[in-house]
């Protein structure tokens, strides 16, 4: 293994403590990923220190996790945690330990760590600390529990949540062991908080690999986290678009589309709706008719079942809403479609239909993907040109329209409808004189 490089802020940690007799290296997440050569996002310390000699040692510290033996040190304009040595008490509700104890062994630090990658220490002077094997199974690419996997899931259920999390962000597989254990184990999910299992399911759909979401629905998580969707496993699409079953496809869209949370869920949601809009017609051609506003409302009740922010929430639904809207390559299409999505998710629903389309038979794809970019320039030239895309964007407004005689009300805003309409088709028409001149010839039928 090439040693491992630790910022001089951690260094500094390390050594402040050394120096007063305690031992400390940094653990778990920065440790695998370094080994694997990653970036890591942040450096955990664990100490032998108590919390109190940490606060002792370090001028400006944090109480953050001080329940559990965590004090966050400042290091000019960086905080660190650096954790005392612990070991879980009991687990009685399969989600936090009864109480934590504090112990002098780095050795039983690491065995309350929920797998052997995440379960590794290091520092200088000893070198790496692996009593569970982790190196070799980062060598394995494989996620093992350290100990007995059911135990380990039974004390607390969302590790099955992280192991298949971790092997999405990682590209590993799950030892067999342990992905038995949360097969045999998954019933207990219901223990841990909506909150947590998104912000997994978001992290997994967000990796760079997508597809182990299928592992949910292998190990019998899904029918408990979101049952709506296990059907999509069992329906096929017979139909000439289509060369996969109803996951299958949607598993590919998500791959297919860039890695924002928004992207993602918007694309594991879009078809949810199709299980139960199934129809065959006599040829044996299966349809779906409709199933992109049954979509919409299944995906509006398992977000806000899985307490996801409400301008997330808006937006998916609306990209779902318009997933397969038809969009043709001209100006007068294409500012329609805008005005009803928004200026803000029109780029994103072009990804969607991009994604949707690489999640179909390849026979149609070039076709569909030429049209994709097609629209895109010309979407680009509508925004270079500032062509009008909303009421509010328009030459002339509801008083104008009463100056010319109108009764404020209804009417006015039909008028304005129409005249907004008849822009959309022709920007040049977006002119104060044009538009009172349209007005006037169409007053007669108001
Ligand atoms: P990342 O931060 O990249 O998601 P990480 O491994 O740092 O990955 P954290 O959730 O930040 O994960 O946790 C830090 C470490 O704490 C883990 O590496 C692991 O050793 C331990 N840990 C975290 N959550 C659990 C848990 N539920 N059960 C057992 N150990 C855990
Ligand atoms: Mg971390």
């Known amino acids: 293994m090439k040693k491992i490089i630790y910022p001089g802020s951690v260094g500094y940690i390390i050594n402040k403590l050394n120096e007063k007799g305690f031992e400390a290296f940094i653990v778990g997440g920065c440790v695998r990923d370094s080994v694997l050569g990653k970036d890591p996002h942040d450096w955990d310390i664990t100490t032998s220190a108590l919390p109190a000699d940490i606060k002792e040692t370090f001028g400006r510290t944090y109480d953050t996790g001080i329940k559990h033996g965590t004090v966050s040190v400042a290091v000019e304009d960086e905080i660190f945690e650096v954790t005392t040595y612990r070991v879980d008490g009991k687990y009685s509700d399969s989600r936090r330990p009864d109480n934590v104890s504090f112990t002098a062994s780095l050795r039983e630090d690491l065995a309350r760590r929920d797998f052997t990658v995440n379960a590794m220490a290091y520092n200088y002077q000893t070198g790496l600390v692996d009593y569970f094997e982790g190196l070799q199974d980062i060598k394995n690419r494989q996620i093992k529990a350290v100990g007995n996997a059911g135990a380990r899931f039974q004390e607390d259920a969302l590790r099955m949540l992280r192991a298949i999390r971790f092997s999405a962000q990682l590209g590993f597989e799950i030892e067999k062991n342990t992905f038995d254990a949360i097969s045999g184990n998954s019933g ?244 104060k004189e044009k538009l009172i001149e349209l007005a006037k010839q169409r007053i007669p039928f108001f």
Not at 223 to 230: A, G, S, T, Y
Not at 297 to 309: E, F, G, K
């Open 188 to 431: 207990l999910i219901k223990n841990i908080s909506r909150e947590r299992i998104r912000e997994e399911i978001d992290k997994l759909l967000t990796s760079q690999n997508p597809s182990c979401f299928n592992k949910l629905y292998h190990s019998g998580l899904l029918e408990h986290i979101m049952p709506e969707f296990v059907a999509c496993y069992h329906t096929e699409q017979n139909n000439p678009y289509h060369i996969y079953n109803v996951a299958e496809h949607i598993i590919h869209t998500v791959e297919s589309i860039p890695d924002s949370s928004i992207l993602r869920w918007t694309m594991l949601l879009h078809d949810i709706g199709k299980p139960s809009s199934r129809t065959t017609d006599d040829q044996g051609i299966d349809h779906f008719y409709g199933h992109q506003e049954v979509s919409v409302r299944m995906a509006d009740s398992i977000l806000n079942n899985l307490r996801l922010d409400k301008l997330s929430i808006k937006k998916i639904l609306t990209l779902v809403r318009y997933h397969d809207v038809d969009i043709f390559d001209t100006g007068k299409s294409i500012r329609k479609v805008l005005n009803k999505v928004g200026e803000d998710l029109f780029l994103s629903l072009l990804e969607v239909q991009r994604a949707d389309a690489m999640g179909q038979n390849p026979v149609y794809l070039d076709k569909r993907l030429v049209k994709l970019d097609n629209i895109k320039r010309i979407y680009k030239e509508i925004k270079d040109k500032g062509q009008c895309l909303s009421l509010s964007d328009m030459a002339v407004n509801g008083d104008d329209l009463i100056s010319l005689g109108m009764e404020p009300g209804r009417k006015v805003g039909e008028m304005l409808g129409y005249l907004f309409d008849r822009v959309l088709e022709n920007p040049e028409l977006n002119d």
